[in-house]
């Protein structure tokens, strides 16, 4: 009779931590990640010489959030192609989002997103690129993927999982 009170209470006691499993803070760049999926890696935060950038894993599929330090530019909009087609260039993207993609919603923040494909040798490349100017910052949110029978299901977790960003204050650390 003991044994199952005690199972029971350890279910109840665990629940919570249970829950909260999937939350991430990411301090460094002002972003959480509401709906991370259970299976993912801790994020590793990097800084760069102009921003901070934090890297998760997914079996095949990476999620690769980047936060600019340097201000956005006056008037600088991810909806205007223009725009993009700079952002393209500056991060050696070939997705071409001056001409592709739609508008999204980025943790209550106009974002623009573009999704796409690319046949490889043996397998084919999958894309997710987000962009959004959050407190005159631009951020980059990006999941990409390699999957030689279709599209990899961790490719659509992470991209689902974007849904769930909400931003805060960047807490940082100084930089010595």
Same mark, same amino acid.
Not at 71 to 96: H, I, N, W
Not at 142 to 166: I, N
């Given at each position: 009779?003991?044994?199952?009170?005690?199972?029971?209470?350890?279910?109840?006691?665990?629940?919570?931590?249970?829950?909260?499993?999937?939350?991430?803070?990411?301090?460094?760049? =002002?972003?959480?990640?509401?709906?991370?999926?259970?299976?993912?890696?801790?994020?590793?935060?990097?800084?760069?010489?102009?921003?901070?950038?934090?890297?998760?894993?997914? =079996?095949?599929?990476?999620?690769?959030?980047?936060?600019?330090?340097?201000?956005?530019?006056?008037?600088?909009?991810?909806?205007?192609?223009?725009?993009?087609?700079?952002?393209?260039?500056?991060?050696?993207?070939?997705?071409?989002?001056?001409?592709?993609?739609?508008?999204?919603?980025?943790?209550?923040?106009?974002?623009?997103?573009?999704?796409?494909?690319?046949?490889?040798?043996?397998?084919?490349?999958?894309?997710?690129?987000?962009?959004?100017?959050?407190?005159?910052?631009?951020?980059?949110?990006?999941?990409?993927?390699? =999957?030689?029978?279709?599209?990899?299901?961790?490719?659509?977790?992470?991209?689902?999982?974007?849904?769930?960003?909400?931003?805060?204050?960047?807490?940082?650390?100084?930089?010595?």
């Amino acid at each position: 009779m003991q044994r199952p009170r005690r199972r029971w209470l350890a279910v109840l006691l665990l629940w919570p931590l249970a829950s909260l499993a999937n939350e991430v803070d990411i301090p460094e760049l =002002g972003i959480r990640l509401t709906q991370l999926p259970a299976g993912a890696s801790k994020p590793q935060v990097s800084a760069r010489a102009a921003g901070y950038e934090a890297t998760t894993r997914l =079996g095949p599929a990476v999620l690769d959030v980047y936060r600019e330090d340097v201000p956005a530019p006056a008037g600088s909009d991810v909806a205007d192609p223009k725009y993009r087609a700079l952002l393209d260039q500056k991060f050696g993207k070939t997705l071409e989002s001056k001409a592709q993609g739609a508008p999204t919603d980025v943790g209550g923040h106009s974002g623009w997103t573009v999704v796409d494909l690319r046949d490889a040798r043996s397998a084919t490349d999958y894309t997710c690129v987000t962009y959004v100017i959050v407190d005159q910052h631009l951020y980059r949110l990006m999941v990409s993927a390699g =999957g030689s029978d279709g599209r990899p299901p961790e490719f659509d977790a992470l991209v689902k999982a974007l849904s769930g960003v909400t931003f805060e204050q960047v807490q940082r650390a100084n930089r010595g």
